[in-house]
């Protein structure tokens, strides 16, 4: 009789174990379809889950240690004795966890650890067009433009004569040694590049970025460490329309620029390229209008904004009006812009607190100043700032990425001003670490380079799909009028 019952208590637990794997084998599959998220802090077993095993494999063994240390006299006898009431008890701990990863992931909305493109195709949506990203196109390579540009930036001197002579100076050397603390996926490309262009575009597609801001100098000027760029221009658009983006302008400062000249820039602008699908228009008091960033728009007096901007011999109500949006750096600018009138503002830095306008802590009173005076609020996200490679005195204002924590406090601080546009500082700006561009890790002589890790090198193309996701859902439509 007792080796019959404890035959019989055998097979019982045979049984109830065999269940429990079942149920495990469920379980992996429920938090599978949940889609965990590994990549903030909680309190909860689910993000022990998320964080630590992916897959769900160790989340049942978990439950039923956690059953045991808490019931150490009468765990196995629930186990055999009454497996069917203790597997419901566990069912429902598990639908508890897995409610509470979903709810962790939705308050937090960050990526995994590695996951395929998102497939645009698949998808067949449009991208986010209340989504500006800044674009350089200064690079340059020996196969395409006959020497290397900007990636052999120098490094620059610290406007105190006395403190620039405690840091180095000198010029990098690619395609090994770059001016940038983060090295691309692409290597040292040429902005001119069909190829690169196309390549570039894609990933800005499949972020679901819908705008290109493109950094641009009026034909035979460039910045000081690169070459003209203005013809690169016919075959953005053409790309840009290809992956169904459009394409916007940053007016960059040049040594004479004015009030006068700029607007010749527009006109350039609109008659050259105005025609084009990919050309960006939006609506705007009953009109549908290109939208302009200015750089630096502090350096011309806002008297002088207003004789083109403001009046009847203005270019308002012409075929060359536009939006035109000013940049905010210290609190003071905010009138300035007004008396300029320009119709908005962005903020253009990177890096929090950098400037007043860079604070996400001042981005609500800016937001709300804005909106009471009819303007637009664009304020200006990214993954974080580091320049130590072309400014190596200015560590102060590196802000790391934190695994992409930092990009995600920003978006969600634009996010919640309820803002016209949301800009994102940057594409491709190496040389100050903003790139949300895929990056790789290397090393070159006794410099490291930073990446992701321990994330791939799309992932913050990634994280940025899902917050233009996130403000195409929460964002509104903006037209004044």
Same mark, same amino acid.
């Given at each position: 009789?007792?080796?019959?019952?404890?035959?019989?208590?055998?097979?019982?637990?045979?049984?109830?174990?065999?269940?429990?794997?079942?149920?495990?084998?469920?379980?992996?599959?429920? &938090?599978?379809?949940?889609? %965990?998220?590994?990549?903030?802090?909680?309190?909860? &077993?689910?993000?022990?889950?998320?964080?630590?095993?992916?897959?769900?494999?160790?989340?049942?063994?978990? !439950?039923?240690?956690?059953?045991?240390?808490?019931?150490?006299?009468?765990?196995?006898?629930?186990?055999?004795?009454?497996?069917?009431?203790?597997?419901?008890?566990?069912?429902?701990?598990?639908?508890?966890?897995?409610?509470?990863?979903?709810?962790?992931?939705?308050?937090?909305?960050?990526?995994?650890?590695?996951?395929?493109?998102?497939?645009?195709?698949?998808?067949? +949506?449009?991208?986010? %067009?209340?989504?500006?990203?800044?674009?350089? =196109?200064?690079?340059?390579? =020996?196969?395409?433009?006959?020497?290397?540009?900007?990636?052999?930036?120098?490094?620059?001197?610290?406007?105190?004569?006395?403190?620039?002579?405690? @840091?180095?100076?000198?010029?990098?050397?690619?395609?090994?040694?770059?001016?940038?603390?983060?090295?691309?996926? !692409?290597?040292?490309?040429?902005?001119? +590049?069909?190829?690169?262009?196309?390549?570039?575009?894609?990933?800005?597609?499949?972020?679901?970025?819908?705008?290109?801001?493109?950094?641009?100098?009026?034909?035979?000027?460039?910045?000081?460490?690169?070459?003209?760029?203005?013809?690169?221009?016919?075959?953005? &658009? +053409?790309?840009?329309?290809?992956?169904?983006?459009?394409?916007?302008?940053?007016?960059?400062?040049?040594?004479?620029?004015?009030?006068?000249?700029?607007?010749? +820039?527009?006109?350039?602008?609109?008659?050259?390229?105005?025609?084009? =699908?990919?050309?960006?228009?939006?609506?705007?008091?009953?009109?549908?209008?290109? &939208?302009?960033?200015?750089?630096?728009?502090?350096?011309?007096?806002?008297?002088?904004?207003?004789?083109?901007?403001?009046?009847?011999?203005?270019?308002?109500?012409?075929?060359?009006?536009?939006?035109?949006?000013?940049?905010?750096?210290?609190?003071?600018?905010?009138?300035?812009?007004?008396?300029?009138?320009?119709?908005?503002?962005?903020?253009?830095?990177?890096?929090?607190?950098?400037?007043?306008?860079?604070? @996400?802590?001042?981005?609500?009173? !800016?937001?709300?100043?804005?909106?009471?005076?009819?303007?637009?609020?664009?304020?200006?996200?990214?993954?974080?700032?580091?320049?130590?490679?072309?400014?190596? @005195?200015?560590?102060?204002?590196?802000?790391?990425?934190?695994?992409?924590?930092?990009?995600?406090?920003?978006?969600?601080?634009?996010?919640?001003?309820?803002?016209?546009?949301?800009?994102?500082?940057?594409?491709?700006?190496?040389?100050?670490?903003?790139?949300?561009?895929?990056?790789?890790?290397?090393?070159?002589?006794?410099?490291?380079?930073?990446?992701?890790? =321990?994330?791939?090198?799309?992932?913050?193309?990634?994280?940025?799909?899902? %917050?233009?996701?996130?403000?195409?859902?929460?964002?509104?439509?903006?037209?004044?009028?």
């Amino acid at each position: 009789m007792v080796i019959l019952f404890r035959s019989f208590r055998s097979v019982r637990c045979a049984v109830t174990f065999a269940i429990l794997f079942f149920l495990g084998g469920c379980t992996i599959g429920i &938090l599978k379809l949940s889609g %965990y998220d590994d990549s903030k802090d909680g309190n909860i &077993l689910g993000h022990k889950a998320a964080k630590d095993d992916g897959k769900g494999q160790g989340l049942l063994m978990q !439950l039923l240690k956690d059953h045991i240390n808490k019931e150490p006299m009468h765990a196995m006898d629930n186990m055999t004795n009454n497996g069917m009431q203790f597997l419901k008890n566990i069912k429902g701990k598990i639908n508890k966890t897995v409610a509470a990863a979903n709810k962790f992931k939705a308050k937090y909305k960050v990526g995994k650890k590695s996951a395929a493109p998102v497939s645009t195709k698949a998808k067949g +949506d449009l991208p986010n %067009y209340n989504v500006h990203v800044f674009y350089y =196109p200064w690079y340059g390579n =020996p196969e395409h433009d006959g020497k290397y540009l900007h990636w052999n930036h120098e490094q620059l001197p610290h406007w105190n004569t006395e403190v620039a002579k405690k @840091w180095p100076q000198g010029q990098y050397v690619p395609p090994d040694d770059i001016g940038s603390n983060f090295y691309p996926e !692409l290597g040292c490309y040429s902005s001119r +590049d069909p190829v690169v262009i196309d390549n570039h575009m894609q990933q800005l597609r499949e972020a679901g970025v819908g705008v290109v801001v493109y950094s641009w100098y009026p034909p035979g000027k460039s910045d000081e460490q690169g070459y003209p760029s203005d013809d690169i221009v016919p075959q953005l &658009l +053409d790309t840009a329309h290809k992956y169904q983006l459009k394409v916007a302008f940053h007016s960059e400062p040049y040594k004479e620029r004015t009030e006068q000249t700029f607007i010749q +820039d527009v006109k350039y602008l609109i008659n050259t390229y105005g025609s084009h =699908p990919a050309f960006y228009r939006r609506p705007h008091k009953g009109s549908e209008l290109p &939208l302009i960033y200015i750089y630096d728009s502090y350096l011309i007096k806002a008297k002088n904004w207003a004789k083109v901007m403001r009046g009847n011999n203005s270019i308002r109500r012409s075929r060359f009006d536009a939006i035109f949006i000013g940049l905010l750096v210290e609190q003071k600018d905010k009138q300035e812009i007004s008396r300029a009138g320009f119709d908005g503002f962005y903020t253009y830095f990177a890096s929090n607190a950098f400037t007043y306008g860079s604070k @996400w802590q001042n981005w609500k009173v !800016l937001a709300k100043n804005a909106y009471a005076d009819g303007l637009m609020f664009i304020p200006s996200v990214g993954p974080g700032y580091i320049d130590v490679k072309i400014r190596p @005195w200015n560590g102060a204002n590196t802000r790391t990425r934190n695994k992409g924590r930092y990009y995600s406090l920003a978006f969600e601080s634009a996010i919640q001003t309820e803002p016209h546009i949301i800009s994102i500082t940057s594409f491709n700006e190496w040389h100050e670490g903003t790139q949300i561009e895929r990056a790789v890790p290397k090393r070159s002589g006794n410099f490291t380079y930073e990446d992701y890790t =321990p994330y791939e090198s799309d992932y913050y193309l990634r994280l940025t799909r899902q %917050y233009t996701d996130t403000f195409q859902r929460t964002g509104k439509i903006w037209s004044a009028g």
